[in-house]
């Protein structure tokens, strides 16, 4: 068995298309609809996710998958135009390269469905080195109608740098972050100042991780635009592929 953890046997993987989609549900918590589903991998073989993953973006195989979750979501739109929409993530370690936005401008030509439908997550688990490509990628994106949301906000040292340098509609707040908070007076007093940003940057907030019925009346209280997480909706298979 090829071993997914090489830079070889993950790029088989992908173009093979040995993995699997599920859709998470993102609701508005103004009016309890969901608003639009986050498309998550599972592969065939039994290793964590965070084992996989890592050696890909350190290798840049990344970029593999994340063009084939881009096309696969385009095809699901096109033929499912009035569908919720679907938001698809992108690793910041294939935004770092210079010939990625290329790649996915060219994708992007396929879409026939309304672009605000293709959600754009940029993910935090790799510090990017060179913000400019993130910015003009992500500002394409943005200029495009696809609404761009920043993903773990929280999680990692870089969110500052991110939400200095990158634009967004939709900020997603790391699910550790969201329970710490529940918990912390401390941690809930830096959420809530974040909360504040929502009209001078003009995005709209996410919690992610909210996993009891507590942690959701809690994010209600703060105020989030929408919610993601067990209590609001588990993962299911994507069968529209």
């Known amino acids: 068995m090829v071993d997914i953890r090489t830079a070889a046997g993950f790029r088989t993987h992908i173009s093979e298309q040995r993995y699997s989609v599920l859709r998470q549900p993102i609701v508005d918590l103004n009016d309890g609809r969901i608003h639009h589903h986050e498309w998550l991998v599972r592969f065939d073989q039994d290793k964590e996710l965070e084992g996989v993953l890592r050696p890909a973006e350190v290798s840049g195989v990344i970029r593999d998958l994340d063009l084939s979750m881009l096309a696969q979501a385009i095809l699901v739109l096109n033929d499912h135009p009035n569908d919720t929409g679907i938001a698809i993530n992108l690793s910041g370690a294939s935004v770092d390269k210079s010939t990625f936005k290329g790649s996915v401008l060219a994708c992007l030509t396929a879409l026939e469905a309304s672009p605000t439908k293709l ?123």
């Open 119 to 241: 959600v754009i997550e940029l993910t935090e688990s790799w510090d990017m080195h060179d913000l400019a490509l993130a910015e003009s990628l992500l500002s394409e994106l943005k200029t495009r109608g696809h609404p761009v949301c920043l993903d773990d906000v929280g999680s990692g040292a870089a969110s500052i740098r991110y939400l200095r340098a990158l634009p967004a509609n939709w900020l997603k707040i790391d699910g550790g972050f969201v329970a710490a908070a529940y918990n912390s007076a401390r941690d809930r007093a830096i959420l809530e100042a974040l909360l504040t940003l929502r009209g001078p940057l003009d995005v709209r907030f996410i919690a992610e991780g909210v996993e009891t019925e507590d942690i959701k009346d809690f994010v209600i209280k703060l105020g989030f635009d929408a919610a993601q997480g067990y209590a609001i909706g588990k993962p299911e298979p994507e069968t529209r592929i």
